[in-house]
């Protein structure tokens, strides 16, 4: 596949998910930073903070850090909002990121460090999460439910990489994707919102979980 738009009209579209993905696990950086991200659900991102304006954003899954300083850079802008970053590892987070006033970070198992963020995060505040860890079924969908009661009415529960085998040949089998599907048919309080995968083009198929009730 070549490199430029005009010369691949043709191209299939799972060619194309293919050479975005290549782009985003091999040359994508924030400030510097190693970030795993598809640019086109980071603009949904940026969209649903604006709008939601939540006190705090839940980010399990950190990795680098490069997506958890674009989102604090994002709180920066509006004067708002601090960041909860959870991973098992998070030796390769620079200080760039760890030393970010609006963003603290607890290293472990999300699960098993529930109740560490549950200490940090009063019950008025409005939260927004992101999920983007092991991407296997059983963690994902364990997450889910752990972590679902912090989403007050109208706010996102967002599952990033259903992706995995919708889309791209990788990942868990099942993954996100389903993990997603089976939470909302146990909590009605949520239902997936499709008109945020506008750009077509999205890692998170079925991933945008909003609170309803």
Known sequence: MSNYLEENLASRLASVLEKIQDRIINKTSYFGIKTLQNPNDFWIYQEIIYKAKPDVLIEIGNYYGGSTLALAHIFDAMGHGRIIGLD?????????????????????????????????????????????????????????????????????????????????????????????????????????????????????????????S
Do not use: M
Request: proline share 5%; net charge negative; hydrophobic share 35%.
């Open 88 to 212: 098992i590892d998070q030796s390769k987070i620079p200080e760039q990121v760890s030393n970010h006033p609006r963003i603290s970070l607890i290293e472990g198992d999300a699960c098993e460090s529930y109740e560490k963020v549950r200490a940090l995060i009063s019950a008025k505040e409005r939260v927004l999460i992101i999920e983007d860890s092991s991407h296997t079924y059983e963690n994902t969908l364990n997450v889910l439910r752990r972590y679902s009661e912090f989403v007050k009415r109208g706010d996102y529960f967002i599952i990033e990489d259903g992706i995995c085998h919708h889309g791209l040949s990788l990942g868990p089998k099942p993954g996100p994707y389903e993990a997603a599907e089976a939470f909302i048919k146990e909590d009605t309080n949520f239902v997936i919102d499709r008109e945020k995968e506008s750009f077509l083009i999205t890692w998170n198929p079925k991933g945008y979980l909003k609170r309803i």
